[in-house]
C-alpha cells in the first residue's frame, strides 16, 4: 500500500519559473513531513520540513504548503534554477524515524 | 565528521554469489536504516535499528536478506544467494535530528548488480 502519492512524476520548467510538486497522503498518524533532493550519484538529501501544524514554511526558494484537511502538501520551488534539477521525494514520518518515501519525482530546469 | 560511508559504492556480481554491503553510521547515532532503491519500487525501507536492536524488518524481502549492528559504528547488509531482481541502489541512513524528526543523513549508497 503506497501511504504517501507523489506527482507529477517529472516536470520540467524553464529558468525562472516555479515547479510544483504535488503529494498526498493517507495515514493521519504521519506527524512529520521532509522533502528530499537526490543528485544523481548521491544520497536524497533533506531539503525542507513541516510539521501538520503549520501550513506554510518557506526556506530560501523553497517553500513548502499543507492542508491538514486534504492530508495534502506541496513544494514549490521559486525562481528555479538548472542547479535545481534533480529528483525530489516527498516523506511522511511516525513513530520515530521511519520514513515512508512518495515515488519521487524528476525535476529538469532549462536553461 | 565524515557523514555516512557505504562499502563498496559499486558492486557486480553472478546470480547465485553471496553480497555483502557495508556501512559506518554517523558517529554517535545508535540508529541506522537501510534503504533500497529501484526505478520500480522507488525508496523502501528495508531494516531499522535502534541502540544496534533491529526494530522492524519488516521491508526485507524474503530470508536471503540479512542485516547486523554489531556495534555503534558498523552494519552489514548481506544477501545470500543473490538474484538479478535485488540489483538496485542500497542505502543506509542515520539520523540527524531528535528521534522522532524524520530527518536522516544518507550515504552515497552501493550500487549493486546481480548478473
Known amino acids: 500500500q503506497q501511504q504517501v502519492k507523489q506527482s507529477p512524476q517529472s516536470l520540467i520548467v524553464q529558468k525562472g519559473g516555479i515547479p510544483i510538486i504535488n503529494c498526498a497522503y493517507e495515514?493521519?498518524?504521519?506527524?512529520?513531513f521532509p522533502w528530499y533532493q537526490q543528485f544523481p550519484g548521491k544520497g536524497p538529501a533533506l531539503l525542507i520540513a513541516?510539521?501538520?501544524?503549520?501550513s506554510e514554511k518557506k526556506e530560501g526558494r523553497f517553500t513548502i504548503s499543507f492542508n491538514k484537511s486534504a492530508k495534502q502538501f506541496s513544494l514549490h520551488i521559486m525562481d528555479s534554477q538548472p542547479g535545481d534539477s534533480a529528483t525530489y521525494f516527498c516523506?511522511?514520518?511516525?513513530?520515530?524515524?521511519?520514513?515512508?518515501f512518495g515515488g519521487g519525482t524528476r525535476l529538469m530546469v532549462k536553461p | 565528521d565524515a557523514g555516512v560511508i557505504q562499502s563498496p559504492r559499486h558492486e557486480v556480481t553472478e546470480m547465485g554469489q553471496e553480497v555483502t554491503l557495508r556501512c559506518k553510521p554517523i558517529?554517535?547515532?545508535?540508529?541506522l536504516f537501510w534503504y533500497r532503491q529501484t526505478m520500480m519500487r522507488g525508496l523502501e525501507l528495508l531494516i531499522y535499528?535502534?541502540?544496534?536492536?533491529?526494530?522492524?524488518d519488516s521491508g526485507m524481502p524474503e530470508d536471503r536478506f540479512s542485516a547486523k549492528m554489531p556495534n555503534a559504528s558498523f552494519s552489514t547488509l548481506k544477501i545470500q544467494p543473490s538474484e538479478p531482481r535485488d540489483s538496485a541502489v542500497y542505502f543506509c541512513?542515520?539520523?540527524?535530528?531528535?528521534?522522532?524528526?524524520?530527518?536522516?543523513?544518507f550515504g552515497e549508497g552501493s550500487r549493486l548488480t546481480v548478473l
Open positions: 516523506a511522511a514520518t511516525y513513530a520515530g524515524n521511519m520514513l515512508t
Open positions: 495515514n493521519t498518524a504521519f506527524d512529520y
Open positions: 513541516i510539521r501538520p501544524d503549520v
Open positions: 558517529s554517535g547515532h545508535n540508529s
Open positions: 535499528f535502534n541502540n544496534n536492536v533491529p526494530i522492524d
Open positions: 541512513a542515520s539520523p540527524s535530528g531528535g528521534l522522532n524528526t524524520g530527518e536522516l543523513f
